[in-house]
């Protein structure tokens, strides 16, 4: 591998080019791509991966095409919603029982640097109640027109179309934690961090999936037992909930069962910095009374109004706080629905214009402001205790009853691309406890009306969570390699767990 790689330079010394060509700028935040640039009629092919309560692993393409100029055209009986015409096109690319248990978490890596005749590739990770994480190497491209042309024949007899990659193969096992799998991150190409019910978080390097180190969550001790838990006979509820890394790779944050806060890593050290306790009072006011867990469920890193925040989701209600640690506002307000999936989407042109999506039990994902212009102040009530923080403005909605979505959406992604003339846009891929996988297309010049539903993909299994991207154009004369080729952006320069 290193001695291709020394040629490879040779020779583009020997061309007159430098051997160290200006790579591509990377995402500002980790977790917020750059728009994809959409040229030409603006058809893109998005790779959805969809895990599933039934251990099934789901891999499609949906390939968006413009909407036909005639109005004539037949409509779909998988579209549903307010689009008439069929605007996008499916396609499964893998299926298979990856795991003994239900499927719990997914993780993408960023896609592998360009190099001249060689595909790129991104790694897929996928963790389970089975105490596995799978590590699988996807093509980053759509499958080539030969690969295509063979297949037409079995995706003639078959009841959807089959558009298979071969070279889309499993890398391998990793058995680092002692309990159930809950959350995945690749903050970038060369690191992986999972988070386990056996409270600890590992850090792997994708180089050769080595165990660079383990965050160790302290046990929480046993105070009653409350309702609902799942916890063994004698046992009390723990394990890491979810966990966030600060966009500068220097801090981290996690939030576990049966503690009512969170706790904040030192990324360079490999140790906790402090524990941040909700109060009381904040509790109650979202919700969360002495009767109820006062867990954490989720935790995200965004910026709003030119400032860092992280949003705090329960399960009812939402917490946004600031640098400062302290409640800068509160999310859902008078609306009364359980919490599935949150995440920060910039909605401009600059990064501190964002909106906070959430997934609701109700079937929508509804956009929100946490900027301090836009916040709303608490209604003034006697019957009702004094509320202090002020709520987030609801900016846009999608799915619901208006659109036919009834069930809950357990999980979702967000796809931004940018046409020619500037014009941005989002892809929502969108996945529900009844089985259905629906993209959604949202423009940013119209987002109180809402987003159109482009398609519909039944996959006949209870889905757990989603994972998508936007899979770039084949270079001609590119094949996919069975070998993955290594990054020159080595592990050398990220600080997490390396100590």
């Known amino acids: 591998m290193a001695k291709r790689k020394r040629e490879a330079a040779t020779n583009g010394d020997a061309a007159g080019k430098p051997s160290s060509a200006k790579k591509p700028k990377a995402p500002s935040r980790p977790g917020q791509a750059l728009p994809f640039k959409v040229s030409g009629d603006g058809s893109v092919t998005i790779q959805i991966i969809a895990g599933s309560y039934d251990r099934v692993l789901h891999g499609i393409t949906a390939t968006t095409r413009p909407s036909p100029a005639s109005s004539t055209a037949k409509p779909s009986s998988k579209i549903s919603g307010p689009v008439a015409q069929k605007a996008v096109d499916f396609a499964d690319t893998f299926l298979f029982n990856a795991h003994a248990s239900a499927i719990r978490c997914l993780a993408l890596s960023p896609p592998s640097e360009p190099i001249p005749g060689q595909p790129q590739k991104v790694f897929l990770a996928t963790g389970s109640t089975d105490e596995r994480i799978n590590i699988y190497n996807l093509s980053a491209h759509p499958p080539s027109s030969r690969a295509a042309a063979e297949q037409k024949l079995l995706s003639a007899v078959t009841p959807r179309p089959i558009l298979e990659n071969p070279k889309n193969r499993e890398l391998g096992t990793l058995l680092h934690h002692t309990s159930n799998i809950t959350k995945l991150v690749f903050p970038n190409r060369s690191k992986l961090l999972s988070g386990s019910e056996d409270s600890t978080i590992a850090v792997s390097r994708s180089r050769d999936w080595a165990l660079l180190h383990t965050f160790k969550c302290p046990v929480p001790k046993v105070m009653g037992r409350p309702s609902g838990d799942t916890a063994a006979l004698g046992g009390a509820p723990s394990g890491v909930n979810d966990f966030a890394i600060h966009p500068s790779s220097k801090i981290m944050i996690s939030v576990s069962k049966g503690e009512r806060c969170m706790r904040l890593w030192n990324l360079e050290t490999g140790k906790k910095s402090r524990v941040l306790n909700f109060s009381r009072e904040t509790l109650t006011e979202i919700g969360e009374g002495r009767h109820s867990t006062g867990e954490a469920r989720s935790i995200v890193w965004g910026r709003s109004g030119g400032e860092d925040e992280f949003a705090v989701a329960f399960d009812r209600d939402i917490l946004v706080f600031g640098m400062d640690c302290t409640p800068r506002c509160r999310v859902l307000g008078d609306t009364k629905t359980k919490v599935h999936k949150v995440c920060y989407v910039q909605t401009g042109a600059t990064p501190d214009e964002t909106a906070l999506a959430v997934a609701t039990e109700d079937g929508r994902v509804l956009f929100y402001s946490t900027d301090k212009t836009d916040l709303q102040d608490p209604p003034r009530s006697e019957a009702k205790p004094a509320r202090t923080l002020p709520s987030a403005k609801l900016v846009a909605q999608l799915g619901g009853k208006g659109a036919g979505v009834l069930t809950r959406i357990k999980d979702f992604a967000i796809l931004p691309v940018e046409s020619e003339d500037g014009q941005r846009s989002w892809y929502v891929v969108t996945g529900s406890s009844d089985g259905k996988l629906r993209l959604w297309r949202l423009e940013a010049g119209d987002l109180q009306a809402g987003g159109k539903i482009l398609g519909t993909y039944e996959?006949?299994?209870?889905?757990?969570?989603?994972?998508?991207?936007?899979?770039?154009?084949?270079?001609?004369?590119?094949?996919?390699?069975?070998?993955?080729?290594?990054?020159?952006?080595s592990d050398d320069n990220d600080s997490e767990g390396d100590e």
């Open 459 to 489: 996959t006949q299994n209870r889905i757990t969570c989603v994972e998508a991207f936007i899979m770039i154009p084949r270079p001609e004369g590119v094949e996919d390699s069975e070998y993955e080729y290594n990054d020159d952006s």
